[in-house]
């Protein structure tokens, strides 16, 4: 039986939080200044979690907080004090990789769902019924499962136990997410939530007798980039996962910004819909889809582990760099005499051509017609990162909307 899909978002901050749950997201997913494998990323304090929760929920839109390190000894008294923590500001769930943790979760929130990560390495429906049993709602699916696999594992779990399943988004050179690469190379662990993305790092080969002679692993002047996998793109895809049994399908991409999340997001919730409103609406919209997936930051596609194994056309050899087509300018904030407050990312200037994202699909091209600072007083341009400006655009614009220029 094809189930409702939820489509999941990763959010870095408050402010990627609201921009998911306005651009289409059914769940957010966010992490804490502790306990989660994105300790780079901004994450959120207690106040902010409090706030982007209710936020959500005013909009029909869960939440979800993950607590998914895998645990040391030194760990294990400061996530029960989290847990106490969260249970007052209560999220929708708990994303969980280790066995201490969730025995702790059923302890201090009994009330709030925990979903098993990916990082538990959950390959065989006979791990789901385990998790099951124990008293988990729901699992991520290892990222080295093939729909088929997934298919089975539905057939063989209760009808109330939920799927999730990455369809979008960076691939690890790992199993399910649990890399040693990082611990290995700088003392950075992983697991712990420190990663510093070898996987991304350009290798050479040197010959023990020769220090110092750098000969490319493959044959190219820019060296090779053993690790460095594809972006994960299930767009084209969607019937099929909806069939497998699949009940939330998951971006990946805590350290991202608000635009890409956008890009994404809204990208995914019109393939979504599209396919249940009516299959042959989806089979038309596939350009555009695919045109605006391809709009912000990725490193080539390919479907993982979905169809079979990946082979070497999964890697990128001679480069690690994103292509970027859109260069993140702000999100839109209040109005103010016919001029909107953003908070600058990058740099932009008056009289420039630049593109409003609605949540809805449209983009608006306008030209940029006045820059003033927060005091009124008019600037040319827009230099400096993060300086709060408004900006007149010519046009009517929406809080959220997503300010964005197209790179040549």
């Given at each position: ?172 050179i790992s199993y399910s997410g649990r890399c040693l690469l990082s611990n290995y190379l700088v003392g950075r662990d992983a697991n712990q939530g420190a990663c510093t993305h070898p996987c991304r790092w350009k290798y050479s080969v040197v ?63 019109k393939a979504i819909d599209d396919y249940q409103k009516d299959p042959e609406l989806y089979r038309k919209n596939m350009p555009w889809y695919l045109d605006q997936i391809s709009n912000c930051t990725y490193r080539q596609f390919t479907t ?103 790179e040549a």
């Amino acid at each position: 039986m094809a189930r409702h899909p939820e489509l999941l978002v990763p959010a870095s901050s408050l402010e990627v939080l609201k921009v998911a749950v306005i651009f289409g997201a059914d769940a957010v997913y966010i992490g804490g200044e502790a306990f989660g494998l994105r300790a780079k990323a901004k994450n959120f304090t207690m106040e902010e979690m409090r706030e982007g929760i209710a936020f959500a929920h005013e909009h029909g839109v869960k939440v979800y907080v993950t607590a998914n390190i895998l645990a040391h000894n030194s760990d294990l008294e400061g996530v029960r004090e989290y847990f106490r923590e969260l249970k007052e500001i209560g999220p929708d769930g708990l994303i969980i990789a280790d066995p201490a943790i969730f025995e702790i979760a059923g302890e201090e929130c009994p009330e709030i769902e925990r979903h098993i990560s990916t990082q538990a390495n959950n390959t065989n429906y006979g791990t789901f019924q385990f998790w099951h049993k124990l008293g988990a709602s729901r699992v991520v699916t290892a990222r080295e499962l093939s729909l088929q696999e997934i298919r089975e594992i539905r057939a063989k779990i209760p009808e109330d136990m939920e799927i999730e399943t990455f369809v979008h988004g960076a691939m690890c050179i790992s199993y399910s997410g649990r890399c040693l690469l990082s611990n290995y190379l700088v003392g950075r662990d992983a697991n712990q939530g420190a990663c510093t993305h070898p996987c991304r790092w350009k290798y050479s080969v040197v010959e023990e007798t020769r220090p110092g002679e750098y000969m490319p692993v493959y044959e190219n002047e820019r060296g090779t980039y053993i690790f460095n996998s594809k972006d994960l793109c299930m767009i084209e895809h969607i019937p099929e996962l909806i069939e497998s049994g699949v009940d939330s399908l998951k971006i990946e991409g805590r350290m991202k910004t608000a635009l890409y999340v956008a890009t994404v997001a809204r990208t995914y919730r019109k393939a979504i819909d599209d396919y249940q409103k009516d299959p042959e609406l989806y089979r038309k919209n596939m350009p555009w889809y695919l045109d605006q997936i391809s709009n912000c930051t990725y490193r080539q596609f390919t479907t993982g582990f979905f169809f079979g194994k990946p082979d070497e056309t999964s890697q990128i050899y001679d480069s690690n760099t994103y292509v970027k087509e859109y260069t993140y300018l702000g999100i839109i904030g209040e109005e103010r005499e016919g001029t909107y407050r953003i908070e600058q990312r990058n740099k932009f200037s008056v009289g420039e051509t630049i593109e409003i994202m609605k949540p809805n699909g449209e983009n608006v091209e306008v030209t940029v017609k006045r820059i003033l600072d927060e005091d009124g007083a008019p600037q040319e341009s827009a230099p400096h990162s993060k300086q709060v400006l408004y900006v007149d655009l010519g046009v009517k614009a929406e809080p959220y909307d997503i300010l964005r220029r197209q790179e040549a």
